[in-house]
């Protein structure tokens, strides 16, 4: 039964995957930071806060030799994540009920995840979380902890402020995010067009409209909301033995440290110190937000980027190629619509590779070995070359494969847990751990059908039944792009 003391329970926070709290993403930043973080494929992973475990869940079953807990305060979420696991066969993974200030013994794991809950909950359960990291986490672990900071956690809280004035009396949850936003428009309508104050409310209402009102609800209107800033956060995980390692994922290119003066500026104030260097780069960023991993105040953590481990690593492009003009040899455009205009042979060779192999992934062996038969050579300027595709997005590095096929199957299996989550909801998990849109009811009804016991010819009878209103060559034609559409998200399983 729902208890009084506990708002996830009376309204249900909509989970889903987290791409960035993905072991194979934690281990590519420990990587690079030089660390040596555990195989993805056997790695013990804990997560404070699971919710329903629908974070928790396809990483579970993505990663069959790995072995997944998760915990959290509300009971009917964690019920919920049960009933899935049940039903899905699932024997890698365990989810409790449980209150932080009270877990003890549970284990190492080479993996810790507390997404959305560091800046949300008082300080005895901020620092209870950061003990359990530091108690849980084997030697070589790494822990995502997530959490609002400043210096926009104050543009936030102004924000907030706001709302609570209006909607803190209102007992309906729905009522008072309405009511909330409602009375955050009418500040926002108050102002002039291109007044500074209206700019910098209305971009925090655009950011609370596009999202569900359940998270609205718990993120912005319930609970102790405090950010933080950096130093503040990095000094805390020191305290419970802990240090930062990188952010879960490298800053985007337009980042203020890439930019030369600001870089100087920040090593002119900061005399080599990285938490102060951060914490400068935060002003500029304005950051409000912060996904951060940690690891044991033991390690040495490489400040500079390790760029020989990236021939460790595995490479993936999910671009795809056209015809460039002029000196233009080849433009790449990710799904996003971001494009990269190509002049450089050994950049064309490299990317063609990638997205040849997409949705799977090549290791750093298997890509010289083929770009060598083309004189490419692993030196200096060709690791130039991979960290800038890297961080303009259009190389991305792993250490695991996910269990996606090099090709589509003649009976075709998309991942039972997208299924399990395509019966429910508009959007599903794939196996890349990625969320896929499924708002077009045809696809969706095509998905539920992929569970590798049909040929194309018995999922066109399949889809006839159920589609009466469409005729034959619809369907028909249909199917070859939706299975392709499919597999280069990630979402039919590898035969085998
Ligand atoms: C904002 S939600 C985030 C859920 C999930 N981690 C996600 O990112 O979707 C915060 C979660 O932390 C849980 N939580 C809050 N206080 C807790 C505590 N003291 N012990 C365990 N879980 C707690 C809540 O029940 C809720 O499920």
Redesign the pocket.
């Known amino acids: 039964m729902p208890t009084e003391r506990?708002p996830?329970d009376a309204v249900a926070?909509p989970?889903?995957a987290?791409p960035d709290t993905h072991p194979d993403r934690m281990a590519v930043m420990g990587l690079l930071h030089g660390l040596e973080p555990a195989a993805v494929e056997h790695c013990r992973v804990l997560?404070?806060?699971?919710?329903d475990g629908?974070?928790l869940i396809p990483m579970a079953y993505a990663i069959p030799g790995g072995e997944f807990v998760g915990?959290?305060?509300?009971e009917l979420?964690v019920a919920r994540g049960q009933r899935r696991i049940g039903e899905l066969g699932l024997a890698n993974i365990r989810l409790f009920q449980?209150?932080?200030?009270d877990v003890r013994g549970l284990g190492q794991f080479d993996y810790v995840i507390a997404?959305?809950?560091y800046a949300?909950?008082p300080e005895a359960?901020r620092d209870r979380l950061l003990a359990i990291c530091r108690e849980h986490l084997a030697p070589n672990g790494l822990a995502f902890v997530s959490y609002n900071t400043l210096p926009g956690g104050h543009v936030r809280n102004m924000v907030r402020e706001m709302m609570f004035a209006q909607a803190d009396r209102i007992e309906d949850p729905a009522q008072k995010v309405a009511e909330a936003l409602g009375f955050l428009r009418l500040m926002v309508e108050a102002r002039a067009e291109g007044d500074p104050f209206r700019a910098v409310v209305e971009h925090e209402l655009k950011r609370m409209e596009q999202r569900d009102p359940r998270v609205v609800f718990?993120?912005e209107l319930a609970g102790a909301g405090r950010p933080v800033s950096f130093t503040e956060f990095a000094d805390h995980a020191r305290k419970n033995g802990l240090q930062y390692v990188s952010e879960s994922v490298l800053p985007p290119p337009n980042d203020p440290c890439f930019q030369r003066r600001i870089v100087d500026k920040a090593e002119e104030m900061t005399a080599g110190d990285r938490i102060a260097e951060e914490q400068v780069y935060d002003f500029a960023r304005m950051r409000m937000y912060r996904e951060t991993l940690l690891c044991h105040r033991e390690r040495e953590v490489s400040g500079e980027m390790c760029v020989e481990a990236l021939t460790r690593m595995r490479l993936a492009s999910q671009a795809a190629a056209s015809d460039g003009e002029g000196d233009v040899l080849r433009v790449f455009t990710l799904p996003g619509g971001i494009r990269m205009e190509s002049r450089h042979r050994n950049t064309v060779l490299l990317m063609e590779t990638l997205i040849e192999a997409w949705p799977r992934s090549v290791p750093f062996a298997e890509l010289m070995e083929t770009l060598g038969a083309s004189g490419v050579e692993a030196d200096g300027e060709f690791f130039k070359l991979l960290l800038q595709l890297v961080v303009a997005r259009m190389v991305e590095l792993h250490v695991w494969q996910a269990p996606v096929g090099g090709s589509i199957s003649e009976r075709p299996r998309a991942s039972a847990v997208l299924r399990q989550e395509a019966v429910a909801e508009d959007h599903a998990t794939t196996l890349l751990h990625a969320a896929l849109l499924l708002n077009d009811p045809l696809v969706r009804e095509f998905v539920l059908l992929l569970d590798g016991t049909r040929d194309r010819a018995e999922l066109l009878a399949a889809l006839r039944e159920k589609r009466l209103d469409l005729s034959d060559a619809n369907l028909a034609e249909g199917i070859e792009p939706t299975l392709r559409m499919l597999h280069r998200t990630g979402v039919l399983l590898g035969d085998g």
Not at 47 to 51: L, V
Not at 98 to 101: G, I, K, V
């Open positions: 506990d996830y926070y989970g889903h987290y997560e404070i806060g699971c919710g629908a974070n915990f959290d305060l509300a979420p449980a209150d932080l200030m997404n959305g809950l949300w909950v359960a718990h993120d």
